[in-house]
């Protein structure tokens, strides 16, 4: 199997430029990142924080400074609110089987939207095998959740509701204030979770400002090093651990910290605080060039997911019909251009996007469709490459379909 | 089971045939053509076929929208039977498929057998407008012709209940 990828990868050979816009499943770290976190991994802060010598209290001291940083960019209360974790899929889970099992006594049900991540409609479907009840609240074309049936789906008995703050494929930005309301006027006690991964850092995000109990948040769609991430924990809301092991500096998660990825986790947070409003608005503007570059040129392509200001700034969700995605993203590959897409064929569950089709795209618009996102380091003469790269991919993909696939 | 998701290690064969698919699209003077899958599967294969007054296929051609596997064994099931006889044709298993382009990953055996299924309704189709069915061409249908109409099946009721959704 290895040996078919490496004859892939020497197609490759010879590229002129390469843009990766598959923030969703991984990232590059930027030099800048790397570079603050290589210390960390044999000059300073090697240690064990949780021990008696100076390594460890060197590692210690790095990841106070790094929670407290974190807690300032998400507006928490204090630094022991950030709980890190290896990731956004062990934060998710975390948050809601931690708080399932706290709370499985007095209340079994859990709330949902249907366009959540794997991980979240994973989780939700081993509690439903557990004797949970599940509720999966609807979304409208723009992938909005749907208010009033989120209104009707808690009551007295639902432990948790988890509601991404912004959608991890067609950047929907919820109306999150309005639905920690909505949950807490219909009981005070349901603890509200959001999976803010893909609104940390790219829309203004504040979990007091928000009032959310639990908060996940990637390193890696920051642009930081995976094995990093954290759950915002608001003080005073119990929950309890799903694995077991030596209890260091994070009481909701054993094992030894990973200190050079905390660090690099938190630079990536500073890269782009220290200018919040800048940044965001150089990668939206390099996202709408990107998005009405293909747009104008391309025929028959539909953008999933909202515009404007209800949009995150970094998402372009495009389906291209009579063009299946799995070859397109292979093709674009080829040319140095790396997307994933929603096709049931590269997802390799056989059906495609499940966001896509819960917002009410036809399945052939969701197997044409393709997830890019903008970051920080990409650069004019990138989105220019990507302009010139896709029109040709999608017209010789296209030119395979003929008159095939017309639905 | 658990499954992995290794990335899709296609083959430098399939890789070829996806970057340069021979045979590729509509021909105007074909005897039959057959279509399998649907888009609604994310996969669906045309193939037109020439045929020669003694039963010969004197030219195969496809059109593929589907994934790589798809274009690549659609281009494959051209050339393959490309001067066959229509009996021979007829013989052409997904596996022989599979095997001609260098071996396909599990969950993209489907793409062969979608592409034979195309094949076989192209020269089912053919003795059917002829009006004359030779004693070698079974009545009931194939396994790659079930496998098709199957999966064409499972696109249809996912759709529907998708329709059935939207009105609720």
């Not at chain 1, 789906?153 to 204030?177: F, R, Y």
């Not at chain 1, 700034?313 to 040319?335: K, V, Y």
């Not at chain 1, 499940?354 to 996102?373: C, E, N, P, T, Y």
């Amino acid at each position: 199997m290895v040996e078919n990828v490496r004859e892939l990868l020497k197609a490759h050979s010879g590229l002129k430029r390469e843009v990766y816009f598959d923030v969703e499943n991984s990232s590059p770290v930027p030099d800048e990142v790397v570079e603050a976190m290589l210390p960390y991994y044999n000059k300073v802060a090697y240690g064990n924080p949780t021990l008696t010598h100076k390594p460890g209290w060197e590692a210690f001291e790095t990841l106070m400074e790094s929670s407290q940083k974190l807690a300032s960019y998400l507006g928490c209360r204090n630094a022991e609110e950030v709980n890190f974790t290896p990731g956004e899929t062990e934060a998710n889970n975390l948050a809601i089987l931690g708080i399932a099992r706290s709370l499985k006594e007095k209340a079994r049900k859990v709330v949902i939207s249907e366009v959540e991540p794997i991980n979240v409609l994973q989780v939700v479907e081993m509690l439903q095998k557990e004797g949970f009840s599940v509720t999966k609240v609807p979304v409208d074309r723009e992938g909005f959740v749907n208010l009033e049936k989120l209104r009707e789906a808690v009551d007295h008995e639902t432990a948790i509701v988890s509601l991404s703050a912004v959608n991890h494929e067609i950047g929907t930005i919820q109306p999150l204030k309005e639905a920690v309301e909505i949950v807490s006027d219909r009981n005070v006690e349901t603890v509200f979770h959001t999976d803010a991964s893909d609104a940390f850092g790219k829309v203004p995000f504040d979990v007091q400002a928000l009032n959310v109990d639990l908060a996940t948040v990637s390193s890696y769609k920051i642009l930081g090093p995976r094995g990093a991430g954290c759950l915002y924990v608001k003080g005073g809301v119990d929950l309890e651990r799903i694995l077991e092991g030596q209890i260091g500096t994070q009481r909701l998660w054993p094992g030894v910290e990973n200190t050079p990825a905390i660090v690099g986790f938190t630079k990536a947070s500073e890269l782009i605080f220290q200018d919040f409003e800048t940044n965001v608005a150089r990668i939206k503007r390099l996202r709408d060039k990107l998005v009405d570059g293909i747009m104008s040129i391309i025929p028959d392509v539909e953008l999933n997911g909202p515009r404007g200001e209800k949009r995150a700034p970094d998402n372009a969700n495009i389906s291209f019909l009579r063009c299946e995605g799995e070859a397109l993203t292979i093709e674009l590959s080829l040319s140095g251009v790396y997307v994933s897409s929603g096709s049931a064929c590269s997802r390799r569950l056989l059906q495609p996007s499940h966001v896509l089709i819960a917002i009410g795209r036809k399945f052939d618009q969701a197997h044409g469709s393709i997830l890019m996102k903008v970051s920080r380091v990409q650069s004019e003469e990138d989105i220019n490459y990507a302009l010139e790269v896709i029109p040709k991919a999608v017209d010789r993909i296209r030119g395979i379909s003929g008159s095939t696939g017309v639905s | 089971m658990k499954l992995s998701r290794a990335p899709l290690p296609y083959n430098p064969k399939i890789l070829e045939l996806f970057r340069n698919p021979k045979n590729l699209g509509k021909m105007e003077d074909a005897s039959v053509s057959a279509v399998a899958g649907n888009p609604m599967c994310g996969d669906m294969i045309t193939f037109y076929l020439k045929i020669s007054d003694t039963g010969i296929v004197e030219k195969a051609s496809f059109e593929s929208y589907g994934c790589a596997a798809n274009i690549a064994t659609s281009s494959i099931v051209t050339e393959m039977i490309k001067g066959m006889k229509l009996e021979d044709a007829w013989n052409v298993s997904y596996k022989s498929v599979a095997e001609a382009v260098g071996g396909l990953p599990s969950v993209k055996f489907h793409c062969g057998i979608l592409a034979v299924g195309a094949l076989k309704r192209a020269i089912r189709k053919y003795f059917e407008i002829r009006g004359a069915t030779p004693t070698w061409l079974q009545k009931e249908p194939s396994f790659e012709e079930k496998q098709a109409l199957e999966e064409e099946q499972l696109a249809k009721m996912l759709d529907k209940r998708m329709k059935l959704a939207e009105g609720k």
